[in-house]
């Protein structure tokens, strides 16, 4: 199985380093856990945690920020979409998540907003989806 982090889950991850996000993407870093990424949801990482609100609630420098991410891609397996299955989901941001997913198959979005991905009509229920304490349960089981 490989996993896709949503990016509310990298921001949770920087503003705790007590949660499962964070025990979540240290797994990553150390490879224990293998993670898709598509250039478009780097961008979004980017974007993100870049932006002052965030940075200034994790504590941490910029620098400091994107020498993780760039950890993070450089063990990741990068995803070519071929297809937009557009409309798909609820809210129109979410849908290139499912789509990184639906080319990296098998995957599992891990995300804290299951809600926006549960209640859509998905026409791809091979895609798992989970919370980062669920993965990091399932982990240490």
Known sequence: MRYLLDTNVLVAAFRSRSGASNAIVHRALRGDLPLVVHQKLVYEYSDVLSRPDILAETGLAWADVE????HLVASAHDVEVRYLWRPNLKD???????????AAWPCTIVTHNLKDFVRAELRFPQIALCTPGQLLQSLTH
């Open 67 to 70: 020498l993780v991410l760039a």
């Open 92 to 102: 129109e941001a979410d849908n290139f998540i499912l789509e990184i997913a639906v």
